[in-house]
C-alpha cells in the first residue's frame, strides 16, 4: 500500500506539472518587449539620449546609458558583456556615426527595436561652415575663424573608425532635441501600444519643453555686442547656428584633436579683433590649454558644457542648457 501510494503521488505530481507546463507554454503574454518588472528595457548611447527615453518612457521604460556619466562618449569601447546586454534589451536610442563601438554592436546584435535619432535632427555636413569646421581644418587656411578645407577626417581611436563627415553635437540645440523627442516618442510607441498614448503624451510635452528652451536661447542672444565665441572643442555649430553667432574651437569636432601653435596664434588674433572677454572650457577637457590661451590674452574663463555626459548628478539636459545660455549671454555682453 505505501508503494503503491508512492507511485499514485509521483504519477499525481508529474501529471500536474505537465498540466501547468502546458498551461504556461499556451498562454499568450501580455506584455510584450518588456522585462521582468514590465518595463521596457532601453539602452541609450549617451547622455541626451538617456535624457530622452527616461522622460518620455517615464515609469514604463528602464534606461541605461551605453557611455557611463562622467566619460567621455566620443571614443566609447564597448566590453563583451556590454554588448550582450545591448542585444538582450527591448530597444536602442542612438545616433548612427557618432560612436563606432555602438554603431558596430548594433551592427552584430540589433536589440528588437533600434531608434536611430538622426534621420530627426538634420545633422549638418562638416566644414559646410564656420560654426561646423572639417576635423582636418588647418590654422594657415582658415581666417577669422572660418574653414575652407575641403575634405573632412575621419579618426581611429584604439582600433574604431571614427566617422566625423557630419557635425554630431546636434543636441546643442534645444529645436532639434525636440524633433528627436518626438522620433523617440513614436518609435517607443511601436515598441510598446500597450503604452503608446503615454509615450506620445510626454514626448509632446517634451518637445514643446525643448522649443520654449530654445526660444529663450535666441531671446537671450539677440542683443550681443560680442558675436563670436570660442569653445574648447567645435561642439557648438548647431547653438552657434541657432543664435547667429560664430563659434571657434580649440580642438575641432573630436576634442582629442590638438591645435596647432599656428591654429592657437590665429585664434588669439580672433579674440582680440572680436573683442572675446571668455574662453570657454569643459569639464571633461584638460583646461590646460584653454586657461594658458586666456592668461596670454588678459581675459577670464568659464565653462560652456557640451552636455556629452552629465558631469553633475544634480542637474538634467534642460538645466545645463539654462547655465549655457546664462553663461553665453554674460560673456558675449548680450543686453
Known amino acids: 500500500m505505501i508503494l503503491m501510494s508512492k507511485r499514485f503521488l509521483a504519477a499525481a505530481c508529474a501529471a500536474a506539472t505537465a498540466l501547468a507546463l502546458s498551461a504556461c507554454s499556451s498562454a499568450p503574454s501580455s506584455e510584450g518587449n518588456a522585462s521582468k518588472d514590465g518595463t521596457l528595457t532601453v539602452m541609450a548611447s549617451f547622455y541626451p539620449l538617456q535624457y530622452l527615453a527616461e522622460k518620455i518612457g517615464g515609469e514604463h521604460v528602464t534606461v541605461t546609458s551605453l557611455t557611463p556619466a562622467g566619460a567621455e562618449p566620443h571614443d566609447l569601447e564597448l566590453s563583451p558583456k556590454t554588448v550582450d546586454a545591448l542585444a538582450s534589451?527591448?530597444?536602442?536610442?542612438?545616433?548612427?556615426?557618432?560612436?563606432?563601438?555602438?554603431?558596430?554592436?548594433?551592427?552584430?546584435?540589433?536589440?528588437?527595436?533600434?531608434?536611430?535619432?538622426?534621420?530627426?535632427?538634420?545633422?549638418?555636413?562638416?566644414?559646410?561652415?564656420?560654426?561646423?569646421?572639417?576635423?582636418?581644418?588647418?590654422?594657415?587656411?582658415?581666417?577669422?575663424?572660418?574653414?575652407?578645407?575641403?575634405?573632412?577626417?575621419?579618426?581611429?581611436?584604439?582600433?574604431?573608425?571614427?566617422?566625423?563627415?557630419?557635425?554630431?553635437?546636434?543636441?546643442?540645440?534645444?529645436?532639434?532635441?525636440a524633433s528627436a523627442a518626438t522620433l523617440v516618442g513614436d518609435k517607443l510607441a511601436e515598441a510598446d501600444p500597450a503604452n503608446a498614448d503615454t509615450y506620445k503624451a510626454?514626448?509632446?510635452?517634451?518637445?514643446?519643453?525643448?522649443?520654449?528652451?530654445?526660444?529663450?536661447?535666441?531671446?537671450?542672444?539677440?542683443?550681443?555686442?560680442?558675436?563670436?565665441?570660442?569653445?574648447?572643442?567645435?561642439?557648438?555649430?548647431?547653438?552657434?547656428?541657432?543664435?547667429?553667432?560664430?563659434?571657434?574651437?580649440?580642438?575641432?569636432?573630436?576634442?582629442?584633436?590638438?591645435?596647432?601653435?599656428?591654429?592657437?596664434?590665429?585664434?588669439?588674433?580672433?579674440?582680440?579683433?572680436?573683442?572675446?572677454?571668455?574662453?570657454?572650457?569643459?569639464?571633461?577637457?584638460?583646461?590646460?590649454?584653454?586657461?594658458?590661451l586666456a592668461d596670454d590674452l588678459g581675459i577670464s574663463t568659464a565653462v560652456l558644457d557640451p552636455i556629452e555626459s552629465q558631469t553633475d548628478s544634480s542637474k538634467d539636459y534642460v538645466a545645463v542648457m539654462k547655465d549655457n545660455i546664462n553663461a553665453l549671454s554674460t560673456a558675449n555682453n548680450c543686453q
Open 89 to 177: 534589451a527591448d530597444a536602442v536610442v542612438y545616433l548612427a556615426g557618432f560612436q563606432a563601438a555602438v554603431d558596430e554592436a548594433i551592427e552584430q546584435q540589433a536589440p528588437t527595436t533600434v531608434i536611430d535619432v538622426s534621420p530627426a535632427v538634420e545633422l549638418v555636413e562638416a566644414n559646410s561652415s564656420a560654426n561646423h569646421p572639417s576635423e582636418d581644418e588647418d590654422a594657415d587656411e582658415a581666417q577669422s575663424g572660418e574653414s575652407t578645407t575641403e575634405e573632412h577626417a575621419d579618426h581611429d581611436h584604439e582600433g574604431h573608425h571614427h566617422d566625423m563627415s557630419t557635425d554630431p553635437h546636434f543636441w546643442l540645440d534645444p529645436v532639434r532635441m
Open 202 to 292: 510626454n514626448a509632446q510635452a517634451l518637445n514643446e519643453e525643448l522649443s520654449a528652451l530654445g526660444d529663450d536661447l535666441v531671446a537671450k542672444t539677440a542683443t550681443c555686442q560680442i558675436k563670436t565665441f570660442v569653445t574648447a572643442h567645435t561642439a557648438f555649430g548647431y547653438l552657434a547656428d541657432r543664435t547667429g553667432l560664430t563659434q571657434v574651437g580649440i580642438s575641432g569636432l573630436d576634442p582629442d584633436s590638438s591645435p596647432s601653435p599656428a591654429r592657437l596664434a590665429e585664434i588669439g588674433q580672433i579674440a582680440k579683433d572680436q573683442g572675446v572677454t571668455t574662453i570657454f572650457t569643459e569639464a571633461l577637457i584638460d583646461p590646460k590649454v584653454a586657461q594658458t
